[in-house]
């Protein structure tokens, strides 16, 4: 009876002697994509027993991977919502296949660090990835808690890597002790988690210094329909503030294995808010001032009795009218200008950031 086996990403030579000499035995455990084929597995053989922990350890790596991919890929964690649900239950039944195995010579210090890195994966996905879906919910009602949500993802990633080193480790003792030398020992399905983090390092990075501007942005707006001339000048302080600072941090996040896409939307993003914050905002705050003035004006005018009213009040009241006029229209035609421009290097900044994560997550 055959049977196929898919596990970790491993070149490993066997080293047994014989009356005449030492045979060297070269195989391949395999990956997601190679497999290699062996007669019924004896948990008493070390061959053996590291292949069937290695068979489980990958299909929940791949599993993970899977999930990983697809929030990396812009699907975000709600909308993967039932994968994470169903990487938890394989991981909960790997548990139990991997508990029930019994000690090779003595030892099951391989089993248990498996077991361990199963216990993490558990948690991290079960509890933690749950918490990361109920912030993301909340996560763009402000900088602070968008950060929160991004440095819970960033924390769940080390944890995740410190339990596969656990693995590795043991894995590294288990061979020396049973004489299986590992010439290959990094999984292709490691290597693309390695890569996604460097990814994700460099697009939050990136991301948190555009949320900041972009959120800054939005308060701003806030201010100006409520027509709150003080709340609007300290926003649009705030907001060259900020677009001037991440413009300087920016600096030193000019591209990504030489991929400078992100990194000039991010800027592009940052010139316009400045651009606004110190040109264009003024314009719509003269135009509220204006109003406030003509507000005053007519409200006086308007108590003179007719028979009373002077030349000298009609032309007061006809020069506001045109000085709001003219305020008005310019309020307009920036309005106009910023609206046009804000969605159109918005859908910039989601494109390219979209075109990022899918050019350099594997």
Request: glycine share 2%; net charge positive.
């Amino acid at each position: 009876m055959f049977m196929r086996h898919s596990i970790l990403c491993l070149t490993i030579s066997i080293f047994t002697t014989t009356s005449a000499m030492k045979k060297i035995l070269l195989f391949t455990i395999i990956t997601t994509i190679s497999q290699y084929t062996c007669y019924s597995q004896d948990l008493k053989n070390p061959v053996e027993y590291l292949s069937y922990i290695g068979e489980e350890y990958s299909k929940i790596a791949k599993d993970q991977w899977s999930y990983t991919r697809a929030v990396g890929h812009g699907k975000g964690a709600r909308k993967v919502e039932k994968r994470r649900l169903e990487v938890a239950q394989a991981i909960g039944e790997a548990k139990r296949r991997i508990s029930r195995m019994p000690a090779l010579n003595g030892s099951t210090s391989f089993r248990d660090s498996v077991m361990t890195y199963m216990n993490i994966s558990y948690h991290l996905i079960k509890e933690d990835y749950a918490k990361i879906v109920d912030m993301e919910e909340v996560a763009e009602e402000s900088y602070d808690q968008m950060e929160a949500y991004i440095l819970a993802k960033k924390r769940a990633t080390e944890k995740s890597s410190k339990a596969y080193e656990i693995v590795r480790k043991e894995q590294d003792i288990f061979a020396r002790e049973n004489n299986i030398n590992m010439v290959e020992s990094t999984s292709k399905i490691g290597q693309r988690l390695k890569k996604s983090s460097q990814v994700f390092d460099y697009y939050n990075k990136v991301y948190l210094i555009f949320f900041k501007s972009y959120k800054q942005d939005l308060y701003l707006h806030e201010a100006l329909n409520r027509q709150d001339v003080n709340a609007i000048e300290q926003n649009r302080s705030a907001l060259k503030k900020y677009s001037s600072e991440g413009r300087e941090k920016l600096k030193l996040l000019t591209n990504f294995n030489g991929d400078q896409s992100l990194y000039i939307s991010a800027r592009q993003m940052l010139q316009f808010y400045s651009d606004q914050a110190e040109n264009k905002t003024s314009i719509q705050v003269e135009y509220l001032i204006k109003k406030d003035q003509f507000d005053k004006i007519k409200s006086a005018f308007d108590k003179i009795k007719s028979s009373k009213k002077t030349q000298a009040d009609i032309d007061k009241y006809n020069t506001a009218i045109d000085d709001l006029n003219l305020a008005s229209n310019a309020y307009n035609k920036v309005g106009k200008q910023l609206h046009e421009e804000n969605v159109k290097r918005l859908a910039n900044w989601n494109k390219k950031s979209n075109e990022f994560l899918d050019r350099h997550i594997p």
